[in-house]
């Protein structure tokens, strides 16, 4: 099996994380094989699954700074994006005992690795924190939906960390480790770090860990026409992105993305 790259973005945030969505539900019928999608998003804020914006977002901040708040389908924290900031998801079909075990526990050494090949010693903290020198310089969610593993993740390369901060919110009363909320990027550690160097280490990491050859594609109209779906019905939806519970609309999409592949 071969590892299919995709450097994939919209400027779009909303339709951005549609297409996350739309990767995975296609991946899980068969039409594309194993994929890593690397790509960058403009200024906006992520929402985990579970999370409610007004706990996690300073919401008269992003108000005056015109900042875009989307939900993504899996859980874990909420994140700040901009063009300083790398994203990658990996998509993959795995038969494995324990599947979050195995996405955070081996498939996440993929970043580490590409780390790890700019000389720098990140390492693993809290299950899903990648640090360098103390410093919180990635974070991910992963999770198994419609048959596929999936793992998403974040890298600050070169962010607006003061904007970050006035975005969202640290909580004053905690029993997590502070490493969640000291962050920096990796241009404090190496010098002259491009996205795109980060992005082609990424690439090689992931088909090292996974076993697979890499080859370079570009999306299948079967996931742009489900990712226009999932924008259209969902993640355009004010009721999606910031009301909790999310009103997600399954049952009208599942039955719409079926006619799409069949």
Same mark, same amino acid.
């Given at each position: 099996m071969s590892l299919r790259i995709l450097s994939y973005e919209s400027a779009n945030p909303y339709f951005n994380l549609a297409f996350e969505e739309a990767l995975a539900r296609v991946r899980g019928v068969d039409i594309v094989d194993d994929t890593l999608r690397i790509w960058v998003n403009k200024n906006s804020i992520v929402l985990g699954r579970f999370r409610k914006a007004e706990k996690d977002v300073n919401m @008269?901040?992003?108000?005056?700074?015109?900042i875009p708040i989307v939900r993504r389908f899996t859980g874990g924290g909420t994140v700040y994006h901009d063009e300083g900031c790398l994203n990658y998801s990996l998509a993959v079909k795995r038969d494995v005992k324990y599947p979050v075990d195995y996405l955070y526990g081996e498939l996440l050494k993929g970043t580490l690795?590409?780390?790890?090949?700019?000389?720098?010693k990140p390492y693993l903290r809290n299950t899903n924190d990648i640090v360098v020198n103390e410093k919180k310089v990635s974070g991910s969610a992963a999770g198994l939906r419609w048959g596929v593993l999936i793992l998403h993740g974040s890298i600050l390369v070169n962010s607006d960390l003061v904007k970050l901060y006035s975005l969202l919110k640290? &909580?004053?009363k905690h029993n997590f480790d502070p490493v969640k909320y000291r962050v920096a990027n990796l241009s404090a550690f190496v010098n002259n770090i491009e996205i795109e160097e980060l992005a082609e280490l990424l690439a090689?990491? =992931?088909?090292?860990?996974?076993?697979?050859? /890499?080859?370079?594609? #570009? &999306?299948?109209?079967? %996931?742009?026409?489900? #990712?226009?779906?999932? =924008?259209? @019905?969902? =993640?355009?939806? %004010?009721?999606?992105? /910031?009301? =909790?519970? &999310?009103?997600?609309?399954?049952k009208r999409i599942k039955e719409?993305?079926?006619?799409? /592949?069949?």
């Open positions: @008269e901040n992003a108000k005056k700074f015109k690795l590409a780390l790890k090949e700019l000389g720098l640290i &909580p004053k090689k990491s =992931y088909s090292r860990v996974l076993g697979e050859d /890499l080859y370079f594609d #570009t &999306p299948v109209l079967e %996931e742009l026409k489900v #990712t226009r779906l999932l =924008y259209n @019905e969902k =993640y355009s939806k %004010e009721g999606w992105n /910031l009301k =909790y519970p &999310p009103e997600d609309r399954e719409k993305i079926k006619e799409i /592949l069949g």
